[in-house]
Structures are given as structure tokens and as C-alpha cells.
């Protein structure tokens, strides 16, 4: 059973970057397939970047490609998202999660971290 910690959230300046980071101090992180979602106040929770368990595959949602990426450190049971180029519509809670059996693309995620509050002023 995975146990997902988020940190890394912060207070930024609209341009300013983040990186976020996830740790799992269960046993079989190299196998989960990793992802970051986020949900601002008053919104749905939305899939922000998912990441193949062996970290060949990315997947982002079309709101941060080519401002955030995804990685991933098996031997550190870590998962990354470098935020660059913040907007203030990128204030949320961002939250880590996880998907058993080496699937991909991501389906529903059985583990969740408790998330880190992002908020980006203008």
C-alpha cells in the first residue's frame, strides 16, 4: 500500500516557478503509475500530468503543457512536477496519487497524499 506525502507548496508571484515534490514510503512505488492533480476553490478535482511507472511515458493536461513536467526517481520512491511560468489560475490544492499494476494511460487512482496548497499572486 503506497502512503503519499506532497510538499513543496508555496506563495508565488505570477512567472515564478515551483517544484513540487511527492514521496511513498511504501515498497512498490516502481510499479504505480504516478500522477499530480490539483483543485482550485469551488471547482472539480482535474488531472494535471501523469507519469508511467518506468517514467517512458508523460501525459499533461493541455492547461500546463510546456510550462510543467513531470518526473519521476524509483530510487528515491519520488515523484516530481516543476512548475514554471505560474499563472494565478494555477492556484490549488495539488494532490499526488497513485495507480497499482504498471498502467498506462493513468484509470482511477487507489492512493491519495493529503496535497499542497499552490497559490500564485498576480
Known amino acids: 500500500q503506497a502512503h503519499l506525502v506532497e510538499s513543496g507548496g508555496a506563495l508565488v508571484q505570477a512567472g515564478g516557478s515551483l517544484r513540487l515534490s511527492c514521496v511513498d514510503s511504501g515498497r512498490f512505488f516502481d510499479s504505480y503509475t504516478m500522477a499530480w492533480f490539483r483543485q482550485a476553490p469551488g471547482k472539480e478535482r482535474e488531472l494535471v500530468a501523469s507519469i508511467r511507472w518506468n517514467g517512458e511515458n508523460t501525459a499533461y493536461a493541455d492547461s500546463v503543457k510546456g510550462r510543467f513536467t513531470i518526473s519521476r526517481d524509483n530510487a528515491k520512491n519520488t515523484v516530481y512536477l516543476q512548475m514554471s511560468t505560474l499563472k494565478p489560475e494555477d492556484t490549488a490544492v495539488y494532490y499526488c496519487?497513485?495507480?497499482?499494476?504498471?498502467?498506462?494511460?493513468?484509470?482511477?487512482?487507489?492512493?491519495w497524499g493529503r496535497g499542497t496548497q499552490v497559490t500564485v499572486s498576480s
Open positions: 496519487a497513485a495507480e497499482p499494476g504498471r498502467i498506462w494511460p493513468l484509470g482511477s487512482p487507489n492512493y
